[in-house]
T-cell receptor, first 113, second 119 residues
Framework: GESVGLHLPTLSVQEGDNSIINCAYSNSASDYFIWYKQESGKGPQFIIDIRSNMDKRQGQRVTVLLNKTVKHLSLQIAATQPGDSAVYFCAEILTGGGNKLTFGTGTQLKVEL | EPEVTQTPSHQVTQMGQEVILRCVPISNHLYFYWYRQILGQKVEFLVSFYNNEISEKSEIFDDQFSVERPDGSNFTLKIRSTKLEDSAMYFC?????????????????FGAGSRLTVL
C-alpha cells in the first residue's frame, strides 16, 4: 500500500491572531537563515531571511528571531490571514561551507475563520 | 516576475523505467539545484550545479541520478531505473549568486515542482 509520510507539527490560529512558528536548526556554524512558505502543490516561496550577526529582522507582517545559543529560529506572523495557511520551513546555509541550503522540518499553519 | 518552470507537473512511471524531469531556470541565473520532497516530509537537497558541472551533491544523489544542462536554457534531472521510494515531488531552483551570498528573495527561486509517482 501507499506509505504514509510523517505528520507535520500543526499550529492552528484564529484569523487576526498572531502566529509564532518555531524551528530548531542543526548546524551551529550556519550563518544564514531563511523562512519559506509552501502552499499546497507549489514550491517553497521566500518569506524572510536573517544573517547570524543579527537576532531580529522585521518584514511586512513578519518577524524572524534568531537565538544562536540554542540554535533556534522563530517566525512571527502578525494578524494572521487565511492566505497565510501553508507549511512553513526554516532553512539554513553555512556560507563558505558548500553553501548548501538545508531545510528543517516544516510546520503546518492552519488559520481558522 | 521571472520564474522557474518545471515539466512535467506530474509523471507516473513503472518501477525500473528511466525518467527525465525538466526545468527552465531564470534566464540570468548561474546556479542550479534539484531538491526533492517525499510526501509529508521536509525538502531535501539533491544536487547543485554551476559552470556545467556538479558543485555539490547529497548522499541521496547516487549513481541512479544525473543532471545535465543540455543547452542554454534547460536543466534536467535524470533518474535511471526508478524505484518505489523515488516517488516524491522534485523541485528545481536557481540563483544568480551562490546561495547565501545573495540576499532576500534572490537566495533561491524554486519552481512549482514535478510530482513523480513510481508504481
Amino acid at each position: 500500500g501507499e506509505s504514509v509520510g510523517l505528520h507535520l507539527p500543526t499550529l492552528s490560529v484564529q484569523e487576526g491572531d498572531n502566529s509564532i512558528i518555531n524551528c530548531a536548526y542543526s548546524n551551529s556554524a550556519s550563518d544564514y537563515f531563511i523562512w519559506y512558505k509552501q502552499e499546497s502543490g507549489k514550491g517553497p516561496q521566500f518569506i524572510i531571511d536573517i544573517r547570524s550577526n543579527m537576532d531580529k529582522r522585521q518584514g511586512q507582517r513578519v518577524t524572524v528571531l534568531l537565538n544562536k545559543t540554542v540554535k533556534h529560529l522563530s517566525l512571527q506572523i502578525a494578524a494572521t490571514q487565511p492566505g497565510d495557511s501553508a507549511v512553513y520551513f526554516c532553512a539554513e546555509i553555512l556560507t563558505g561551507g558548500g553553501n548548501k541550503l538545508t531545510f528543517g522540518t516544516g510546520t503546518q499553519l492552519k488559520v481558522e475563520l | 516576475e521571472p520564474e522557474v518552470t518545471q515539466t512535467p507537473s506530474h509523471q507516473v512511471t513503472q518501477m525500473g523505467q528511466e525518467v527525465i524531469l525538466r526545468c527552465v531556470p531564470i534566464s540570468n541565473h548561474l546556479y542550479f539545484y534539484w531538491y526533492r520532497q517525499i510526501l509529508g516530509q521536509k525538502v531535501e537537497f539533491l544536487v547543485s550545479f554551476y559552470n556545467n558541472e556538479i558543485s555539490e551533491k547529497s548522499e541521496i544523489f547516487d549513481d541512479q541520478f544525473s543532471v545535465e544542462r543540455p543547452d542554454g536554457s534547460n536543466f534536467t534531472l535524470k533518474i535511471r531505473s526508478t524505484k518505489l521510494e523515488d516517488s516524491a515531488m522534485y523541485f528545481c531552483a536557481s540563483s544568480l549568486r551562490l546561495a547565501g551570498t545573495g540576499s532576500g528573495a534572490n537566495v533561491l527561486t524554486f519552481g512549482a515542482g514535478s510530482r513523480l509517482t513510481v508504481l
